[in-house]
């Protein structure tokens, strides 16, 4: 282990945000010296967290993520704890840029002690998380974080690999009453183990009750993952703060209930199994792409594909058997 690998145990162990924000930008680092020594600093670290909560929300654009997190994060830390939260920002699939711009709207619970912020851009990565949110999360937790927040990209198809990483999966919506169930993607609203519906204040107060009305009946028509748990539809106003200690109350009811079964630790078996899987194929095909056989031959390859020349199943066979020196 390197000193600066050594320095970083050590400020993680104290708690130090500095620290872990070092932490996170090494193993988000894709240079191969980096990569090693990011594994080396996981090695090292005590990651038992079993006590910890880990909170996945997704939302539609503008329905106030950012907003309600810094109202819950100031809520949780009243409560004697330590916040993370992992925001990650939509990559321009044009420019390749990410605005970042999370901790601009958490100004008060950026300020705190007790919280850290972390914006980070998605990338590639589908899912609405970035492609080291699970290292970021047991980072977060070796600095004494015990509620660490990932605040996905947005609500999609794609956007639904958090509820895989994380313990509870909070879905936010807007007052738009129950056809708006039917512009989001069935398989989210499976996922959700709660549902919120947001600005519950003012003027928007009567539709945000009516809403959360009439997602309570369209979920009876969808099959909830879990046997032991009805997912609840809640009202909240994160501009206020009312209902938010409801929220939280129902947060710690589900995750203590999960954990008195057994139904936590296994499910984070599983993640972690899954896990595994998932590093190994993003590893394996960043292998494959740099591999000095196949490299020089992938452009050639994509632009006969895209000319209608060949299949991509031949391109792709025909990539594999390059790196694995058959021809």
Not at 118 to 145: D, K, N, Y
Not at 273 to 290: K, P, Q
Request: charge should be negative; include cysteine; hydrophobic fraction near 40%.
């Amino acid at each position: 282990m390197s000193s600066d690998t050594g320095s970083l145990v050590k400020g993680l162990s104290s708690g130090d945000r500095g620290a872990l924000a070092r932490a996170i930008t090494l193993v988000e680092s894709t240079r191969p010296d980096h990569r090693a020594s990011a594994t080396a600093l996981l090695a090292e670290l005590n990651l038992t967290a079993a006590s910890t909560i880990r909170i996945g929300i997704s939302g539609v654009p503008g329905v106030g993520k950012s907003t309600f997190i810094e109202q819950l994060g100031h809520h949780i830390i009243g409560n004697g704890h330590r916040v993370a939260v992992l925001a990650v920002d939509p990559t321009s699939t044009v420019s390749g840029g990410s605005i970042l711009g999370d901790k601009t709207r958490m100004p008060e619970l950026t300020a705190s002690e007790k919280a850290f912020i972390r914006p980070s851009p998605s990338g590639a990565t589908l899912g609405g998380v970035t492609r080291r949110t699970r290292e970021a999360i047991l980072l977060c937790e070796a600095a004494g974080f015990d509620v660490v927040i990932v605040e996905t990209v947005g609500v999609g198809q794609s956007e639904t690999a958090v509820a895989d990483m994380t313990d509870i999966f909070v879905l936010m919506l807007l007052p738009g009453g129950g056809d708006e169930l039917q512009g989001i993607k069935r398989g989210i609203i499976e996922l959700a183990d709660l549902i919120l519906v947001n600005k519950a204040d003012g003027e928007m107060e009567k539709a945000a009750l009516r809403a959360a009305a009439d997602y309570r009946n369209a979920l009876q028509f969808v099959r909830s993952r879990r046997d032991d748990w009805t997912v609840p539809v809640q009202v909240c106003s994160a501009l206020t703060g009312v209902k938010i200690d409801a929220v939280w109350t129902t947060v710690r009811e589900f995750c203590e209930g999960q954990s008195n079964s057994g139904a936590l630790a296994s499910r984070r078996a599983e993640q972690a199994r899954s896990w595994i899987w998932s590093d190994a194929s993003e590893s394996l095909l960043a292998e494959v792409r740099s591999h000095p056989k196949v490299a020089p031959q992938i452009e050639a390859l994509e632009r006969d594909v895209m000319q209608g020349k060949i299949l991509p199943t031949v391109a792709a066979a025909k990539l594999l058997s390059l790196y694995r020196d058959e021809i």
